[in-house]
């Protein structure tokens, strides 16, 4: 059976997922903790990363390197950066990317990884079929798309910055450890998917917004998860 790695950012995003686990190891790694065990009779590994791209990278390392995930999902909240997307609708990554490396003194685009093949990174074929069309079961087709998700160590709030992730990267949504988690699995060749559930659209109303929503846009992930690992 596929053992999942399930990892999202912060307690509101992890907490009720481990409410609904069977619990059979803790383990402590760099600080963080590794919940194994059963949910949806699946094995999982369930863990809080912590914010932003290093937390999350490392988080994934471990997964693959120590508990020897075959597959990662990351779930969680984002802020919406395209015009067709509400507050508690979500997105499922086909690709990601880092907004935020800039080697452009040396004649790279934004976003692009120095000396690396590529550093766009694309999400499971049929991991992101699945949640999509779980997703669409659940949540009708106007709450669920499927696309780019950029990542950065930046809560973005202002609408020059939203525009220009949506128009530079043609990018969905925002949030701050999606594309570090792509990568470290690229570089392991482990499939992923990124599931994000907008708990704010990333402009000068993101702070209030997102205290309001986060909760309740977590919970959305969490179901669409729970749906994805059920029916392996
Ligand atoms: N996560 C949720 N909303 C976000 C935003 N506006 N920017 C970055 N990460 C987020």
């Given at each position: 059976m596929i053992q999942y790695g399930i990892i999202g950012a912060m307690d509101e995003e992890v907490d009720i997922l481990q409410e609904e686990m069977e619990v059979h190891l803790e383990k402590e790694i760099a600080g963080l903790h590794f919940y194994q065990g059963v949910l949806e009779k699946k094995s999982v590994v369930l863990v809080r990363?912590?914010?932003?791209k290093v937390n999350a990278a490392v988080c994934t390392q471990i997964l693959i390197s120590?508990?020897?995930?075959?597959k990662i999902i990351n779930t969680g909240v984002a802020g919406a950066l395209g015009e067709d997307l509400e507050i508690l609708d979500i997105v499922v990554s086909t690709e990601l990317q880092q907004y935020d490396v800039d080697a452009s003194k040396f004649g790279y685009k934004t976003g692009e990884i120095p000396r690396?093949?590529?550093s766009i990174f694309s999400a499971e074929p049929a991991l992101v079929k699945k949640a999509y069309e779980k997703g669409l079961r659940r949540f009708g087709e106007k709450g669920i798309k499927k696309g780019k998700i950029v990542s950065g160590d930046t809560f973005v709030s202002s609408v020059e910055m939203k525009h220009r992730l949506e128009k530079e990267f043609k990018a969905r949504c925002t949030e701050m450890e999606g594309a570090s988690i792509a990568q470290a699995c690229y570089m392991n060749r482990v499939p992923f998917v990124v599931i994000r559930t907008m708990s704010?659209?990333?402009?000068?109303s993101a702070n209030d917004n997102y205290k309001t929503f986060v909760t309740k846009a977590a919970f959305r992930s969490k179901e669409l998860v729970k749906d994805i690992i059920r029916e392996e």
């Open positions: 990363s912590g914010i932003g120590e508990f020897k995930v075959e690396m093949d590529t704010d659209k990333a402009d000068g």
